[in-house]
Nanobody, 118 residues
Framework: VQLQASGGGLVQAGGSLRLSCAASGIIFSIARMGWYRQAPGKQREWVAGITRDFSTNYADSVKGRFTISRDNAKKTVYLQMNSLKPEDTAVYYC?????????????WGQGTQVTVSS
């Protein structure tokens, strides 16, 4: 049971990054997946989600700029981040929430750091 998030880095405002998260130990094709982030001094927040049927939804703060997708063959979920802003700076995590979002299948890993400079 493991998640491996990658793809973070340092980027200037207005730039783009693509995050990846590979999962193991789960029947990925039927799993609801989500991206989350935690900025320094703040609580972890939900960013985007994708269902087994490829339905997606987004936090208002990233709507129109971020795109979540999944590749079931690779057991990987992606987050394409465009038009990045300094306030997007955070450690980004993926996980598989239950239907209500009250619990998660995986322990929270180390995530991947995204830093957006102004």
């Amino acid at each position: 049971v493991q998640l491996q998030a990658s793809g973070g880095g340092l980027v200037q405002a207005g730039g783009s990054l693509r995050l990846s998260c590979a999962a193991s130990g789960i029947i990925f094709s039927i799993a609801r997946m989500g991206w989350y982030r935690q900025a320094p001094g703040k609580q972890r927040e939900w960013v985007a989600g994708i269902t087994r049927d490829f339905s997606t939804n987004y936090a208002d703060s990233v709507k129109g700029r971020f795109t979540i997708s999944r590749d079931n063959a690779k057991k990987t979920v992606y987050l394409q981040m465009n038009s990045l802003k300094p306030e997007d700076t955070a450690v980004y995590y993926c996980n598989s929430p239950n239907t209500s979002g009250s619990s998660y299948f995986f322990p929270w890993g180390q995530g991947t750091q995204v830093t957006v400079s102004s």
